[in-house]
């Protein structure tokens, strides 16, 4: 978050600084060369391929196969979509069919574009342990984010990391890419509305917005062309209006979420029919079917892997007093997404449907807590409108950013912490991943709650989660820069009811 302050001196600088353009991505020659590839995790067998390109495709087509001399599946679509102030189209296919947990090569149809490979996603019910990566506010590097000392060093594992992302998240992930499964990132990506904080943009705000979400992506792309990305909204995807001064600034087509909208929209999953056989009676059928047709992705879905259910909220609008909804807190009027009640009804029906014998895990991310250290960015809407059917569905670990830091707590509910500490507690474990790195900086850990078990603020950094077993979730924080291991805490769940409900 940024004061008046912060834009006046940004203003200032910019009226008697040098002036440069704004550093949109060259063209590439051949337009069809597909840009901000990503992926996501569509259905139990379903992988959707998402990408960028600066011509608009007649049809936008994937091969795929088992090896990568013989891509012998072929899928295509018309999905290409634009908006006002972009200079690129989305497309997206989705790769159905696909055996689970298997290394597929695919290749987007281009007269430019090389394989490259991904893990088909885990059936849901899996117990084989595996991690994913909690990655929030990461923000662009390089000329619109904070600079980074160049390095020629070539990485063998993924390809093509810019060298001026080493030392960054990104960089972390590329070299620990062997690590972890998949990648969850709800909301704050490019920042690209702080684009007057360089200086040179100051007079360009409409192309300086875009060229910071072509450069992001482009820069997320070696990651999440590889691992499930998977993505909700935080409220630097909302508008260009992230200070209401600017608001004159802001040019059709990037207000309301709109980049966050096409880039996501298609590429993220409705919650997963529940495997017949899954459950004795049809009670969590129908409440997953219920989920399935409340949910609203990118803003609010869920889905399985493994032994995990995993559900993406949205903190943004869509509850009563919803920060950066109509009249809410960040004066940013994105949404409504969805009828009055209906992320709420969503995620009662989607944490009631949910079977532990199959996904004894249930993994809750959004992007703004209710527990955080410095206790100012905590959003009290949020706790109203969510905490209490986290705990009354027993959510077992809740995943959140927006503050620029890393900070675990004791599960707790209600301000209170669980007597059982890690050990078996009613309350979900609440971790804030907010350090991955931006241009806005990292923020003071400050005051902390007596429940607070781990801050950090020194250095970027980003949580892994790893599903040991049914019952041990093994929490790690780590430092961008170096790999290093900041804390590490277990989760012990027993597991035993098989459809939780829990009252006080
Ligand atoms: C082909 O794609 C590569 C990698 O994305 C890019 O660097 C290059 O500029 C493209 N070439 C043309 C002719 O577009
Ligand atoms: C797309 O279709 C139009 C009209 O059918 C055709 O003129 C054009 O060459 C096609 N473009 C590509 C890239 O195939
Ligand atoms: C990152 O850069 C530093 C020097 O700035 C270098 O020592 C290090 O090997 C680089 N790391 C990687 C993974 O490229
Ligand atoms: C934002 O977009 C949604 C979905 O298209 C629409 O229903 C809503 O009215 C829009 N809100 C504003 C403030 O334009
Ligand atoms: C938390 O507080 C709410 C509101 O006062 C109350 O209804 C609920 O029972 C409390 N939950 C727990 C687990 O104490």
């Known amino acids: 978050m940024l004061g008046d302050c912060t834009l006046f001196a940004s203003l200032l600088l910019g009226a008697t600084g040098a002036f440069a353009r704004v550093n949109l991505p060259a063209l590439p020659g051949d337009l069809t060369t597909p840009v901000q ?29 088992l090896s990568e001399g013989c ?70 590097y390089g000329k619109d984010g904070y600079t980074i000392e160049q390095d020629e060093t070539k990485r063998d594992t993924i390809p093509d990391i810019l060298p001026e992302l080493n030392h960054t998240t ?53 990651i999440a062309a590889r691992k499930p990305y998977m993505a909700s909204p935080g409220n630097h995807e909302a508008s260009c209006q ?17 980049d966050f909208m096409h880039r996501f929209g298609n590429t993220m999953p409705r919650p997963f029919p529940l495997a017949s056989g899954g459950a004795s009676n049809s009670t969590p059928q129908a409440l997953r079917a219920r989920a399935r047709a409340l949910a609203n992705p990118p803003f609010w879905y869920s889905f399985d892997y493994g032994m995990a259910h995993i559900v993406m909220i949205n903190t943004e609008t869509d509850f009563p007093s919803a920060p950066s909804g109509h009249g809410g807190s960040a004066g940013l009027n994105g949404g409504p997404f969805g009828s009055p009640s209906q992320q709420l009804e969503f995620l009662r029906a989607d944490l009631a449907s949910v079977d532990r014998h199959q996904t004894p895990w249930v993994i809750a991310a959004g992007h703004r807590p209710w527990y955080t250290t410095g206790l100012t960015s905590a959003c009290g809407p949020c706790q109203k409108a969510f905490e209490g059917l986290f705990y009354k569905y027993g959510v077992d670990v809740g995943v959140f950013g927006h503050v620029h830091n890393s900070q675990r707590f004791l599960p707790v509910v209600n301000d209170t912490a669980d007597a059982n500490g890690m050990q078996d507690p009613k309350a979900p474990l609440y971790i804030v991943a907010g ?15 007596d429940f607070t078990e781990f801050a950090y603020d020194d250095d970027y950094s980003y949580a892994t989660l790893s599903l040991l077993d049914e019952q041990r979730l093994n929490v790690k924080f780590v430092k961008s820069a170096t790999g290093e291991i900041l804390d590490e805490s277990v989760l012990f769940k027993s597991h035993q009811e098989r459809f939780v409900v829990q009252g006080v």
């Open 37 to 65: 590839q990503r992926l996501a995790i569509y259905g139990p067998n379903a992988m959707s391929i998402g990408w960028n390109t600066y011509s608009k495709l007649n049809q936008s087509c994937v091969e795929y196969g």
């Open 435 to 449: 350090g991955a790195g931006n241009i806005e900086g990292l923020s003071s850990v400050g005051k902390k709650p």
């Open 170 to 222: 990104i960089g972390r992930l590329a070299t620990t890419v062997d690590d972890y499964e998949l990648v969850i990132h709800p909301g704050d990506f490019g920042y690209a509305d702080d684009w007057f904080l360089t200086p040179s943009n100051l007079l360009h705000g409409k192309e300086a917005y875009q060229a910071i979400l072509e450069q992001f992506y482009d820069q997320l792309a070696p």
């Open 71 to 140: 891509l012998d599946s072929r899928v295509c679509s018309r999905s290409a979509s634009t908006y006002a102030s972009s200079r690129t189209y989305s497309n997206v296919v989705v790769l159905s069919g696909l055996t689970p947990a298997t290394t597929y090569y695919y290749k987007i149809v281009s007269t430019n574009s090389s394989v490259d490979h991904f893990l088909s996603p885990r059936a849901p019910g899996d117990k084989t342990p595996f991690s994913m990566s909690a990655v929030i506010d990461l923000g662009v």
């Open 242 to 258: 992230e200070i209401p001064y600017t608001s004159g600034l802001c040019p059709e087509g990037q207000y309301n979420f709109t």
